[in-house]
């Protein structure tokens, strides 16, 4: 009867302790993310949380809110658009301060593809 109130102790502060730290670097990350869309800057290339990559061209404040204009594509194909802060997910060029990658595969056409 001991030894399982003892077991049944250990694996109680094991869990706390997983929830703690898991807390702790959630909290981190979120820290890290908001300083990242503070720096923001016109010409920074910059990736959405749904995966769109762009070019920063303009950011304005409307009721509270940070807003910025994003410009992806080429040449006559290129666009513009409008997004929340909150969805800027990663700026390419800086130094990553989270362990998180982001990885891009290009797989090349080949003429048997075609």
């Known amino acids: 009867m001991t030894l399982e109130i003892i077991l049944v102790v250990i694996l109680l502060v094991l869990l ?20 990242m869309r503070q720096e923001l800057k016109i010409g920074d290339k910059v990736m959405t949380d749904s995966g769109v990559v762009g070019e920063v061209v303009d950011s304005y404040e409307e009721e509270g809110y940070k807003y910025f204009v994003l410009k992806s594509g080429r040449g006559e194909n290129a666009g513009y658009f409008t997004v929340h802060g909150n969805a800027i ?26």
């Open 16 to 35: 706390v302790a997983l929830f703690v730290i898991s807390t702790l670097k959630k909290k981190k990350f979120n820290q890290d993310l908001t300083q």
């Open 89 to 114: 997910y990663y700026v390419f060029g800086k130094e990553a301060k989270t362990n998180e990658k982001v990885v891009v595969k290009v797989t090349p056409k080949s003429e048997d593809n075609q």
